[in-house]
């Protein structure tokens, strides 16, 4: 019965095969102007007054265009009269932001109303009518044959995880369960995991809705966390660096994380912390490391602090009982070493007037000391973990004092220095970072500076730059690709920092291959910056068009996340209304300019293997290139003034504009994790429509390459 309503692709008649085609086309066109047409429409709620429904609006704007000839007004003007009410809502704001407002939403009005015509063209815009087109019939089926395999996918991720707590169950020693019992229960566990696995790898390799199911979650769960905390995305290699240190974490290691500058050490660390080991706390514990760190920073030190002011009566039992205590500890040690009665009755009275005295000063000002603990200290203290950051920084006559905290175990007794106590509570963990070269450079040498012993305390771990393949040709094979498309891990990365909440983005055309250019130069920077053997010599020619090797001379601007992030950031702050050179180059070649050779290397390295500053760019052999690069102002070619409200603004670049579109869902899945699988059961009801329809569907197919 349920086979009835499938057709495979081998029974479809040739006219049904070419309507498919066509279908295929319309609908990907479809769903893209829907996604970003949802997404304006959001955001025009904001402009509309309380309770006046998105609905009434989207029917408002799709009936002006059905009647588009009838109707005297246009779209816009509808739009417009709904917007009128929230205005007269805006009265008591400042003029200029209120005219900032309205220009904002005519233009989201505009680009709506576009995108509506689209829809009116496709013929797959009356929604709320009998008569729906065919492009919008198989969209809205691709829609259920998505949300199906999402839905198997869903289940058989619920299923294995649920494999995996009953697995992990069998490790906590039980009444019930033998130890032999436990291991054949979970190799029964481990079986199923393989079978549970290859279940859902063929369904995906099958399906392309679970191909796309699967991709989508992991897009989603690296964009939440890095929507939650706002600095990091959990790719595979991220993920795998988590796991290792939750091992080392288990273990009780102390952990020192290596790595090249701006690898993302520090927020590895953090992240780490925040997530899994105090989710809901988001205060991190943390010594900097700096060279002029005192012992105090890593231990305690006195502060002072303004004292509770106490009622007289509350005072003279505080006084009292701070006596009698004083008594049993210190005055009794201290009365022990002195033999007459005489002596020790006059040492006990001089004692007490002294402690009152002093006592009666701090009621007085207020004002008592305290001892401060250090992050370390509270860390031990509380059962957290703490992180010493750029480990690499701190003096080395701090390193006997770092070493015995770093031995502390849980239950150890604690004397601070000014003489508190406490015991280290289960929790505590070290988690270091050390930078291999660092930005100062003059800590170079590792071994000099740190004492074995020290190190010996440490796990290990080595932190390297994103997965990020260099410039190549994608391999043929579908298998291949994918695993070629997926090794892009950095690429992913800026990807993802630009996907709107459906997951798609409206960029230029070329947004995706610039930002692939741009991920692969900057790998072939990460791999001069380390020193890598790989990285051809005969890579650069200087000025004089010498072949030098580029390690000698890149010092320090390695273009690693701290550049690509505000370079990326700032394009899309800007709605990419700008080329991305032009933010490379501010956000980054400029940053070199004390160092011209340094950046004409990086400049060369842009231009000749990224395909970036061409055009008006000068050539990286260009004689005059070093005066240019030197002297050239780009905030200038790119901001002008908003003669609206004085601000800043960027200066649009008409032929960038031109070519703006939505990247659905879908693209952006299959550039991230390569091709789908191929469809080949459909619905029968896609071609259910009337003749007439199917003919006016290739007649405008017709007509349009006719074109
Ligand atoms: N996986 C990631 N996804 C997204 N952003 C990241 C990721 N890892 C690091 N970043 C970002 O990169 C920048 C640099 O990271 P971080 O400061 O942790 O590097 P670092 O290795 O500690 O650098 P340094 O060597 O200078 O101390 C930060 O802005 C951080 O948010
Ligand atoms: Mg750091």
Redesign the pocket.
Same mark, same amino acid.
């Given at each position: 019965m349920k086979e009835n309503i499938f057709i495979n692709k081998a029974q479809m008649t040739p006219d049904q095969q070419r309507l498919l085609k066509i279908l295929e086309e319309e609908s990907e066109k479809l769903s893209a102007l829907r996604q970003h047409m949802a997404l304006n429409l959001k955001k025009i709620k904001n402009y509309l007054p309380v309770g006046n429904g998105i609905d009434t609006m989207y029917g408002k704007l799709e009936e002006a265009i059905w009647y588009k000839y009838g109707s005297s007004k246009t779209p816009e003007d509808q739009l417009m009269e709904l917007l009128d009410f929230r205005i007269l809502d805006l009265q008591d704001l400042d003029p200029q932001k209120k005219k900032a407002e309205i220009t904002a939403a005519i233009i989201m009005v505009k680009q709506l109303a576009i995108n509506f015509a689209k829809l009116y063209a496709l013929g797959a815009h009356h929604t709320n009518h009998k008569g729906q087109s065919e492009a919008l019939k198989y969209y809205r089926a691709e829609i259920i044959d998505f949300k199906e395999a999402e839905k198997k996918i869903a289940e058989l991720d619920a299923e294995i995880k649920k494999n995996r707590t009953s697995k992990d169950s069998t490790y906590i020693p039980n009444d019930e369960l033998s130890e032999s019992e436990a291991i054949a229960a979970r190799e029964g566990y481990d079986k199923k995991y393989k079978v549970l696995e290859k279940e859902y790898q063929e369904f995906g390799k099958s399906d392309p809705g679970a191909y796309l199911a699967i991709c989508l979650k992991q897009i989603k769960e690296s964009k939440e966390v890095?929507d939650k905390n706002g600095?990091?995305?959990e *790719?595979p290699f991220?993920k795998e660096n988590l796991r290792f240190l939750k091992d080392l974490f288990r273990l009780g290691r102390a952990t020192l994380i290596r +790595?090249e %500058? +701006?690898? +993302?050490? *520090? =927020? %590895?660390a953090k992240h780490f912390i925040r997530q899994y080991l105090q989710p809901g706390n988001e205060e991190v514990l943390e010594v900097h490391g700096l060279r002029t760190l005192e012992k105090e920073d890593v231990t305690t030190r006195q502060g002072i602090r303004q004292a509770p002011k106490e009622l007289p009566e509350k005072q003279t039992e505080i006084v009292t009982e701070a006596w009698k205590n004083y008594e049993q500890t210190v005055l009794k040690e201290q009365l022990e070493k002195i033999e007459s009665p005489e002596e020790k009755k006059a040492f006990i009275e001089d004692e007490k007037k002294i402690f009152r005295q002093l006592y009666l000063e701090k009621f007085k000002t207020g004002v008592e000391t305290f001892e401060e603990l250090s992050p370390i200290y509270r860390a031990m203290k509380e059962g957290r973990p703490v992180l010493i950051d =750029?480990m690499n920084a701190i003096p080395h006559y701090l390193q006997p004092v770092l070493k015995s905290i770093v031995d502390k175990n849980t239950g150890e007794s604690i004397t601070t220095p000014g003489g508190g106590k406490f015991t280290v509570k289960q929790g505590f963990w070290v988690v270091a970072?050390w930078?291999l070269k660092p930005k100062d450079g003059s800590l170079h040498a590792e071994k000099e500076l740190i004492d074995p012993g020290f190190l010996s305390r440490f796990a290990l771990m080595y932190y390297d730059y %994103?997965p990020m393949n260099l410039p190549a040709k994608e391999p043929d094979d579908i298998e291949e690709r994918r695993k070629f498309r997926q090794g892009n891990e950095l690429f992913r990365?800026l990807v993802i920092r630009m996907l709107n909440e459906k997951l798609g983005a409206y960029m230029p055309e070329k947004a995706l291959d610039d930002l692939e250019r741009l991920a692969q130069c900057a790998r072939i920077i990460q791999d001069v910056f380390k020193g890598e053997e790989k990285v051809s010599q005969r890579l650069y020619r200087n000025t004089y068009g010498v072949e030098v090797d580029p390690r000698q001379i890149l010092e320090e601007n390695v273009l690693? %996340?701290?550049y690509l992030?505000p370079i990326v950031e700032n394009w899309k702050k800007d709605g990419f209304c700008r080329p991305l050179d032009d933010y490379i180059f501010l956000h980054y070649v400029s940053r070199s300019k004390s160092r011209p050779e340094e950046m004409h290397l990086l400049y060369y390295i842009l231009q000749i293997i990224g395909d970036f500053f061409k055009g008006e760019w000068l050539g990286a052999h260009n004689t005059k290139i070093m005066d240019d690069l030197l002297r050239y102002n780009i905030i200038r070619k790119m901001y002008g003034v908003d003669k609206l409200n004085g601000h800043e603004k960027p200066i649009p670049d008409e032929s960038v504009e031109l070519t703006k579109k939505y990247f659905t869902r879908k693209e952006i899945a299959e550039r991230l994790f390569g091709n789908l699988p191929e469809k080949t059961r459909f619905r029968k009801d896609i071609f259910s429509a009337s003749q007439n329809e199917e003919q006016k569907m290739l007649a405008r197919k017709q007509k349009k390459v006719a074109e």
């Open positions: 890095f600095n990091i995305v *790719t991220v +790595g %500058l +701006g690898t +993302g050490k *520090t =927020e %590895l =750029e970072t930078d %994103l990365m690693s %996340l701290r992030i």
